[in-house]
């Protein structure tokens, strides 16, 4: 039977065509991803003897292959310990893409493989050798290129990383040791400036104290002459010393009335500063306890109906239409200005908020005293308007310290879309502060007779309380 199958052409599905036409250029198969052909793909060396298209392994039986190559072994149609088909006694020299096997010759005409896919043996295992022979040329291209990553770029990174650390450490020491330096120089400064004070202050108390005890030696002197005088002089000579008697009145009266001066004083700004009082409020206000050591809050019974706050108590909204239902009645509520306290009381320490201005074109923040007017549309009730009041005021594109109805017109580079506000009860000082550009946009000392509540006030978008 196997010499009258040699001895006779392969017929194909159509006239003409034989079993060597099956046969494509190895280049075309060398194309192939290498997982294409390990699964089965129709490739450009693989051809269906029935002349109809080649089938992948999405459609036909592709997907089945490994069942189909387990139930064929187990039928016995192929040994694995022997290279011959065992139905039709041929060499096993093709390969069936479909079920993943290799057929002979009669297995692909009119065998269980007639019409599959199938390719010459010879033409599959050089498609596969060529196919792993480019990709381990690739894989030996790619870890020359990872070689070349670890020897050079990572290596030159690593150098890169050593210099620029070093010289990042020293631009941060160069900086601390220069602001150091600058903060001791301003120290000694400001220290010598108190010493100066201080001695200048004790100067004049001593020449006062010197002055005031001569003058009230000469007064005591006077006095007991002319009590003596008075106690011991007959009628008749006391009548006729009547000019001594108006010398020593006038002498006594040419002693002047005592009056304490600010000359006695220790004036406040000898410890004035810009570089320590920006200093100051930059650690105060970005430093580890940032925003202060407690959380401020609005109180809403203080809330303008012209104003919505947020359910976490930190944002004021400005109503551009009044609402329908006001409020209920409080006396601590403002009822004209659009205007709304904290519910901290600070009267003692040091305190520190921040507030988020934003894009609002129109707000105050300060502080005032908690027994503030709230009720009309006077100045008593209008922050920055009356001396209970000390605000950072804006106005389209105005900035200025109001307090007692006076404005101090402020120079800001920058709008500001926060500012940070730090009082500082032991020193009686208040100050607004710009913590993106660590630029102080006012500081002012006052005497503060009561406890201060934090206030604001908002007629353009909204503004935030940060905690």
């Known amino acids: 039977m196997s010499a009258e199958f040699t001895a006779c052409d392969l017929t194909l599905g159509e006239p003409g065509e034989t079993l060597n036409a099956v ?11 290498i997982f294409t ?17 080649p089938s992948f392994c999405g459609g036909g039986g592709g997907g089945d ?28 020299d093709w390969f069936c893409g479909t079920e993943q ?19 010459p043996l010879s033409t599959r295992v050089t498609t596969i050798r060529n196919q792993l022979v480019d990709v381990c040329e690739k894989m030996q291209l790619k870890a020359l290129r990872i070689e070349k990553f670890i020897n050079q770029t990572l290596t030159a990174k690593d150098q890169r990383l050593l210099a620029a650390a070093s010289r990042t450490r020293e631009q941060v020491l160069a900086q601390v040791s220069a602001a150091r330096e600058a903060l001791e120089e301003e120290e000694q400064r400001l220290l010598e400036e108190v010493q100066r004070e201080e001695e200048r202050v004790e100067q004049c108390l001593l020449t006062q104290r010197a002055h005031w005890s ?8 006077t006095r007991s002459r002319l009590v003596h005088m008075l106690t011991h002089t007959p009628d008749a000579q006391l009548v006729t010393n009547i000019q001594d008697i108006a010398e020593r009145v006038e002498e006594a009266e040419g002693v002047g009335e005592p009056c304490d001066t600010e000359q006695l004083n220790l004036n406040p700004g000898c410890s004035d500063s810009k570089l320590l009082r920006g200093l100051w409020a930059t ?5 580890p306890n940032a925003y202060g050591s407690v959380n401020i809050k609005f109180d809403e019974r203080t809330v ?7 359910e976490d108590l930190c944002t004021l909204t400005f109503l551009r239409k009044k609402p329908r239902k006001s409020p209920p009645y409080d006396p601590s509520r403002f009822d004209c200005w659009p205007n709304a306290l904290g519910s901290l009381s600070m009267s003692s320490g040091t305190h520190s908020w921040m507030v988020d201005v934003g894009d609002s074109g129109a707000f105050k923040v300060g502080v005032c005293y908690a027994s503030m007017e709230r009720k009309g549309s006077g100045n008593e009730a209008r922050l920055g308007h009356n001396s209970q009041s000390w605000v950072l005021s804006h106005y389209d594109v105005d900035y200025s310290f109001c307090h007692a109805g006076k404005k101090v017109a402020l120079q800001v580079v920058k709008t500001p879309r926060r500012i940070g506000l730090l009082l500082d009860w032991p020193s009686q000082t208040l100050l607004f502060y710009d913590p993106d550009s660590s630029a102080v946009l006012h500081c002012v000392t006052q005497h503060f007779s009561a406890p201060l509540l934090p206030a604001c006030a908002v007629t353009d978008r909204s503004i935030t309380v940060l905690n």
Request: hydrophobic residues 35%; proline residues 3%.
């Open 23 to 33: 046969n494509k250029s190895k280049n075309m198969e060398s194309e192939q991803p």
């Open 37 to 53: 052909v390990m699964t089965g793909g129709g490739g450009a060396g693989e051809k269906r003897l029935d002349g109809a298209k």
């Open 65 to 92: 292959a490994v069942a189909l190559t387990a139930s064929d072994n187990e039928s016995g149609i192929f040994s694995g310990e022997s290279e011959f088909c065992v139905e039709h006694e041929s060499e096993l």
């Open 101 to 119: 096997k290799l057929i002979c010759s009669h297995c692909a005409i009119v065998g269980p493989c007639h019409g599959h896919t199938v390719t």
């Open 214 to 221: 001569q003058a009230m030696g000469t007064l005591s002197q």
């Open 283 to 287: 650690a105060v206000l970005l430093g």
């Open 304 to 310: 303008s109906p012209l104003l919505s706050l947020s």
